[in-house]
């Protein structure tokens, strides 16, 4: 706490969302009420300011849609019909049906479903870990986002820290590759602004002009899913035209030679065919990278989404270590810095509980493995979703919409609204929000500890998270120490204190400051490896991987490390085609020709807020950017409702006709409910297939066909229906 009145109390506070910025927040409450959330302005990178999504947080608090009290469904599944009962009888019933369950087909019939809705360490995405681990369940891979990059990241540099974001504010040359700043790394963008003050160019790469390209000093539009081919051509024209700084490469980089012979056919003019980037452009791009001192890349998960998106990061990692940028301040990539904080994942998770071969099950495969098409020996019976709303955020969602429909599957659902998933669960119970619950939060995108007080009680009776698993503990029998460690006390658990990285930082400063940074170096002067010090098998940047197979990081498998690492990766990066484009599915393309592209949205955090007035508002109906010629093609007029379908689904979405999408590609963002619109969102259209490694998702590698609804009158004065245009 740091203030305190007869009327007002001030607590800190750190933001739960799935956001590279973890910004720090001040909670102001008075009378019990908590009245303003806003940012911390000692925080260097949070600097007082909250995006659109946060600006009215403590509003949130107090949404009268909330779920407040355990509810059970009365009515057909997806009715949203449901009964008030007590904690007593949802616990009851979650016992008799797991028990049953466990008695019939054994507990692998059962599994927790659960991703970063919550991204504290205590509230978020490992809180359930080890009560399903003691229950034994199957053990659910959540691999929505990131899970590629960050196994690329990992095999070619290891566990280890690139760029501080803050360090951008010294870069001479900024490339930002499948980021859209702006909307989704908002407290980032002074720090390129300062850099740019002072000199210093910004490059944005980016199927679409995004709101951060049109701000760019130059925007390089590739084709979706031909990342790898454009920085391939780069590290074609860095080793051709002798940009390669020989000496670092021969220290610190291991794959030279031979990522030197698989690049010689790699020419800006291959590139050009594949990715559509002129191969002027791309020599242009390559040469003033390599030339440039402080030269900086920020390298979005985005870019993960294709087929080939974790062979173009393995490229683009390779970069840097080519030009020797490590060298310098600034100098290399900012990705996702989560390795270095000091967590305890083994006692969060407690993998020591995993009986040996327990399965595991992808949440992208999820549909699948609830429609019986995963052929599963035992089947799912009972799911546990938390922290996630995979009818909104997952793939090939219709499929899971029809399994949540079984009469056979028991759903329970712990959220803060009835949510599309939660409309179709046996039991829902009501969780809290980051001001009603202890947490602390660590960061994927800056070196900050953020601490998260509680500020307020929760309303009706919600519980944390991690009190709603203690209770589940208890009502399985489970008397294990681990169940009976308070919010707090599990703060106090998540961080190793004893770490280097953590000297000096106590419980004690967060609770007077409300933030620390880890001992990582000065954003001015760290240069983290000038000398290496790659956190590999060689401790050298390692572009060749010889013998290395795939595998999901294992806090995203509740740090479970087995059953996995079955398929070899390539061991040079490169360029992999995408599963759907009209280069390389021409039958296919016939009827559906167009590239949709599903960026996050500006107002939405994911699937939160879309169902909150002010934020719909502000976000505006489900939209479809779509270029003039593809609309004229299809006789689609500006505003107009269009519908959109491939063969996994369809949604609809109201036509915004713009030169920012190129020919031959349509763009929308996730986060849009899909209870809220009329035929699904933009994950309606994503088949459930796995990108190139870290078992990541594929939602921009989708070909789409695009048409004009129209309205046809029915004769009643109240009743219209929406049919394709001749």
């Not at 929505?144 to 974001?165: E, H, I, M, Q, R």
């Not at 690492?565 to 009827?591: H, N, V």
């Not at 796995?690 to 004009?708: A, I, K, W």
Request: include cysteine.
């Amino acid at each position: 706490m740091t203030e305190q009145t007869r009327d007002k109390q001030v607590f800190f506070g750190g933001c739960p969302h799935d956001c590279p910025d973890t910004c720090a927040m001040i909670y102001t409450v008075e009378e019990g009420r908590l009245s303003n959330v806003r940012g911390n302005p000692a925080h260097p990178i949070t600097r007082g300011g909250l995006c659109v999504k946060l600006n009215d947080f403590a509003d949130h608090h107090y949404n009268a849609d909330r779920v407040l009290y355990p509810l059970k469904r009365n009515g057909p599944k997806g009715s949203r019909s449901f009964i008030r009962i007590s904690w007593e009888e949802a616990l009851a019933e979650i016992k008799r049906q797991w028990s049953g369950i466990i008695e019939s087909d054994g507990a692998e019939a059962i599994m927790p479903v659960s991703y970063l809705g919550n991204e504290g360490l205590v509230q978020g995405l490992n809180v359930g870990d080890a009560f399903f681990n003691r229950l034994g369940a199957t053990v659910c891979e959540r691999t929505y986002c990131a899970s590629g990059s960050l196994t690329a990241w990992f095999l070619t540099v290891g566990p280890t820290n690139g760029l501080d974001p803050e360090s951008f504010a010294h870069s001479k040359y900024i490339i930002i590759w499948g980021c859209n700043t702006l909307s989704t790394n908002l407290h980032h963008w002074p720090f390129v602004v300062e850099a740019r003050q002072k000199g210093a160019k910004v490059v944005v790469i980016d199927p679409y002009k995004s709101r951060t390209a049109k701000q760019a000093d130059w925007h390089i539009a590739p084709k979706p899913g031909t990342d790898g081919a454009l920085a391939m051509a780069m590290i074609h024209t860095i080793i051709s035209e002798g940009l390669v700084d020989q000496d670092y490469v021969d220290r610190y980089v291991l794959g030279y030679p031979e990522l030197k012979d698989h690049a010689v056919d790699c020419t800006p003019e291959w590139a050009e065919k594949i990715c559509g980037v002129r191969a002027d452009d791309i020599r242009k791009l390559a040469r003033e990278y390599a030339s440039s001192a402080n030269a900086s890349i920020r390298v979005g998960v985005a870019l993960e989404r294709s087929a080939g998106g974790t062979q173009a990061i393995r490229a683009i990692i390779a970069i840097p270590a080519l030009t020797g940028a490590w060298r310098q301040v600034a100098g290399g990539i900012y990705h996702a810095p989560l390795w270095e904080f000091p967590v305890n994942f083994g006692e969060i998770c407690r993998p020591d509980w995993i009986k040996p071969g327990t399965r595991v099950v992808n949440i992208l495969k999820l549909g699948e493995a609830l429609t019986g098409e995963a052929a599963l020996d035992p089947p799912l019976k009972s799911i546990m979703v938390y922290n996630t709303n995979p009818v909104t955020q997952a793939m090939d969602v219709d499929k899971i919409v029809a399994g949540l429909q079984r009469t056979d599957l028991f759903t329970v659902v712990a959220d803060h609204f009835v949510s599309d998933t939660a409309a179709y669960a046996d039991i829902v119970l009501p969780a809290t929000m980051a001001g009603e619950h202890d947490d602390l939060m660590f960061s994927w995108g800056h070196y900050y500890l953020t601490l998260n007080q509680k500020a307020i009680e929760a309303p009706g009776e919600a519980c944390s998270n991690a009190e709603i698993f203690r209770r589940l503990a208890a009502t399985m029998g489970f008397d294990d120490p681990q169940f009976r460690f308070s919010d707090k006390e599990l703060v106090e658990r998540t961080i190793n204190w004893a770490a280097p990285e953590v000297d000096g930082i106590t419980l004690d400063v967060l609770r007077e400051k409300g933030f620390a940074k880890l001992n990582l170096g000065a954003a001015d002067t760290r240069t983290p490896h000038a000398e290496g010090n790659f956190k590999t098998p060689s401790g050298k940047c390692e572009i060749l991987l010889v013998g290395a197979t795939d595998f999901v990081a294992p806090p995203f498998r509740q740090l479970y490390e087995a059953m996995q690492g079955e398929t070899p990766i390539e061991p040079l990066p490169g360029f992999t085609r995408p599963y759907e484009s009209p280069d390389y599915e021409p039958e296919l393309a016939k009827l559906y020709p167009l590239n949709i592209v599903a960026p996050k949205s500006h107002a939405f955090l994911n699937a939160n807020y879309g169902n909150e007035a002010k934020k719909q508002i502000l976000q505006g109906d489900q939209f479809l950017l779509i270029n003039p010629a593809d609309a004229g093609e299809r006789m689609i007029m500006q505003g107009e409702q269009v519908r959109v379908y491939n063969r996994t689904g369809s949604f609809l979405g109201v036509a915004k006709i713009t030169d920012d999408v190129p020919l031959g590609v349509v763009v929308t963002t996730v986060g849009y409910w899909r209870s809220l619109n009329e035929t699904g969102t933009v994950n309606s259209v994503s088949a459930a297939r796995f990108g190139g490694m870290g078992r990541c998702p594929t939602f921009s590698d989708n070909l789409v066909q695009v048409e004009r609804l129209v309205v046809e009158n029915t004769g009643s004065s109240k009743s219209h229906r929406l049919v394709a245009a001749e």
